[in-house]
């Protein structure tokens, strides 16, 4: 069941982006919990990858002192950043690179097109990033003429299901091996006729699918799991090898990365390649990490561009509360021990980042803007249990976030005009309980409340404006006495 | 303005507030392991963690490591090598009739060139044993990048020294500026239904020899 309290109550169709979808969260939760091979699906990816998580995560003695030094670390680059971004800048320079600085999603957008097409191609490849997916690129590209073959399996299932990711690191965690047969069959031109739904015989459909691009392609596209000021270098951590392929093959190499995935030293690595993988995959190590500093002469691309994305960072940096949010290393492990997140999945948060860092993140990014905006709706996608925090390879405090964004956007509303239904039940409660007369009046209503209930002593269905509680959550049926009752009953003198 | 004065004097402002400077890096997690390089320990957990994702691994005098290696290959037809490869280790891997590719002498070659060569031999730089990690920075014996991603068998050979017991014992090792590649495979993916398939688009294949 998932639970939201104080959903704000008038909602307008906003400008549909990748950080913001058309609906509300609630209703957007509504559509999604309707399907139920969906429920299913995610069901049995979260708990599979929950397990896996525990397991390497216990076996690791030291595990809390590394997220005491991957918090620190964060919150000292928070504080460092403009000068980590130049020591970056000059040593990526110095190694070959190109910078580019991109203030929004369209400048980088525009600086990729014009990279591209300067190299004279109208296809490239690219690794699986939330960075050039926060910023719609494939979909400027393909405006623009330019064809972006996502290389990921699960970012080729989705782009050939027409589809949008549902997870951060498995962004096809809400389709199952039938769907993705289907979906290959249907779209994949040279997918084998005979293809069955076994795993391993879907991704080497995939394989070969994708080989012949890999041998070819001039240009690819990445984004970055960090960035290291002192030497330049940058990293990128996957399972497949089309990471690698597409950092290592083309000759031209185009990252775009956001400015919060600095790290200030080489040294800094320890502690991150520990906390990401295990905390991620469940893994004790990714299959495939790389690392390069600008360009090696005579090894992989050697015309190498990075775009370093603020596109809304500035924002959030600027919140001393929210600040938090950008410590997060996209590994994913809050949306899978959160139980919104594993009955909605990820398309009900209208945003490429879902779940509950998604909930905290996306409204920092764009901004709520009053009870108009979808985006306000999202710090109430939680139950509030905490196990986000509990998973949280650098401790971000999630719940606290989203405590502190709900008190924003109750405090955004107060201007209205027109009193909501959360402003007329509490002025209505104050009124009775301010006078003794008037709440013994209104307790003995309260039996009422019984006869609405069923045997299961829950009120499933109330009307209007109780409805939008029993909509989403059963109602207990009141005591048969009340407090007051009892203590007549239980202390006669 | 240019967008990078922008974006950095944002970053400002958003800072400006900030008169606390942040409290330094707790470093109290195990830096340095129980185990020194290469001791007996060390080797257990790093062919443990090997065998766990299915990586094929033996542990091997230096006298064996000739005949291991032609074992190894026993399906290869044919093997890239970099251009600065022990010639004993090249040697072995001619055995049996296998064609060898130079890299780099005389040409450096294709991606597609590479596509239909079976396999590659190389040394490492640093493995990690608690995460069962090998490392190539293309130093020795190594060569680039994409001789070992594009083949579809790698097979390794691991000098018992080189085996250290934790990350950060590795990542001092390391040369940063160095092209690194680290690998815990081989490629692996767990898109459908989180069920881990071996082999995507890196080597299939991850064979270890490591030489006590």
């Known amino acids: ?493 | 303005m240019s967008s990078r004065e922008t974006v950095l004097g944002r970053i400002r402002s958003a800072l400006a507030a900030d008169t606390t400077p942040p409290p330094p890096i707790p470093r109290d997690y195990i830096r340095v392991g129980d185990h020194p390089p290469g001791s007996p320990p060390v080797l257990e957990l790093m062919i443990d963690r090997l065998v766990d994702y299915k990586a094929h691994v033996r542990e091997i005098t230096p006298d064996q490591l000739a005949d291991a290696i032609d074992t190894a290959l026993t399906d290869q037809r044919s093997v890239v090598l970099a251009p600065d490869l022990d010639p004993a280790i090249a040697a072995a891997a001619a055995r049996s009739g296998r064609t060898l590719t130079t890299d780099g002498t005389p040409t450096v070659l294709t991606p597609a060139e590479l596509d239909r060569i079976d396999a590659v031999v190389t040394t490492a730089t640093v493995a990690i044993a608690l995460s069962g990690t090998i490392t190539l920075d293309g130093g020795p014996g190594q060569g680039r990048r994409a001789i070992t991603l594009v083949p579809d068998f790698h097979l390794v050979v691991l000098h018992a020294e080189q085996i250290v017991h934790t990350v950060p014992e590795a990542i001092a090792r390391l040369d940063p500026v160095r092209p690194l590649t680290m690998i815990a495979g081989p490629s692996a993916t767990s898109d459908i239904e989180l069920e881990r398939v071996e082999g995507v688009h890196g080597p299939r294949t991850l064979s270890v020899l490591i030489v006590r």
């Open chain 1, 1 to 493: 069941m998932s639970t939201f309290l104080g959903i704000p109550r008038r909602h307008a169709a906003q400008e549909e982006s990748p950080l913001r979808g058309a609906l509300p969260f609630p209703k957007a939760a509504r559509r999604e919990l309707a399907n139920d091979q969906l429920r299913r699906n995610l069901a049995h990816a979260t708990s599979v990858i929950r397990s896996k998580r525990a397991l390497v995560v216990d076996e690791m003695p030291d595990w809390e002192a590394l997220r005491d030094a991957g918090a620190a670390t964060k919150t000292q680059v928070m504080s460092n950043l403009p000068a980590l971004l130049e020591q970056f800048e000059a040593n990526v320079t110095a190694r070959g690179g190109v910078v580019h600085w991109a203030t929004d999603a369209q400048e980088a957008n525009r600086i990729v097109t014009e990279l591209v097409r300067a190299q004279g191609v109208d296809e490239v490849i690219k690794v699986k990033s939330m960075a050039t997916q926060e910023i719609g690129l494939n979909e400027y590209l393909e405006d623009n003429g330019i064809a972006a073959v996502e290389t990921d399996l699960a970012e080729l299932i989705v782009q050939l299901g027409h589809d949008t990711p549902s997870h951060i690191l498995v962004p096809a965690i809400h389709r199952n091996r039938t769907e993705v047969r289907d979906i290959f069959l249907a779209e994949m031109e040279d997918a084998p006729a005979d293809l069955t739904d076994e795993p391993r015989r879907l991704a080497m459909a995939a394989r070969e699918h994708l080989r012949r691009k890999f041998l070819a392609s001039k240009v690819a596209i990445s984004g970055t799991n960090f960035g290291i000021a002192e030497t330049g270098t940058i990293g990128v951590v996957e399972s497949e090898g089309n990471g690698r392929m597409c950092v290592t093959l083309p000759e031209t190499l185009i990252t775009v990365m956001g400015i919060e995935k600095i790290l200030p030293t080489f040294t800094d690595l320890e502690v991150f390649l520990q906390l990401l993988p295990r905390s991620s995959t469940g893994e004790r190590m990714n299959p495939y990490t790389s690392l390069w500093t600008g360009v090696t002469p005579g090894d992989g691309p050697q015309n190498f561009h990075l775009i370093l994305l603020d596109n809304g960072r500035t924002n959030a940096l600027a919140d001393q509360v929210g600040r938090a949010a950008l410590h997060c290393i996209r590994c994913s492990a809050c949306l899978n021990v959160c139980p919104v997140y594993e009955r909605t999945g990820g398309h009900a948060y209208g945003s490429v980042y879902p779940g509950p860092i998604g909930a905290v993140l996306t409204p920092q990014l764009t901004g709520m803007h009053g009870h108009h905006d979808v985006n306000s709706t999202l710090p109430y996608a939680s139950s509030l249990c905490g196990a986000c925090y509990d998973v949280c390879p650098v401790k971000i405090p999630i719940p606290d976030l989203l405590v502190e964004l709900r008190g924003r956007a109750v405090d955004a509303d107060r201007g209205r005009t027109i009193p909501g239904g959360w402003d007329a039940a509490m002025k209505a409660a104050a009124w009775i309980m301010s006078d003794p007369t008037r709440f013994a009046a209104a307790e003995k209503g309260l039996a009422a409340g019984r006869l609405v209930a069923g045997r299961d002593k829950k009120i499933k269905h109330l009307p209007f404006p109780g409805s939008a509680w029993t909509h989403t959550k059963d109602m207990p049926a009141p005591p048969k006495q009340t407090f007051r009752q009892w203590w007549k009953e239980t202390h006669h003198e």
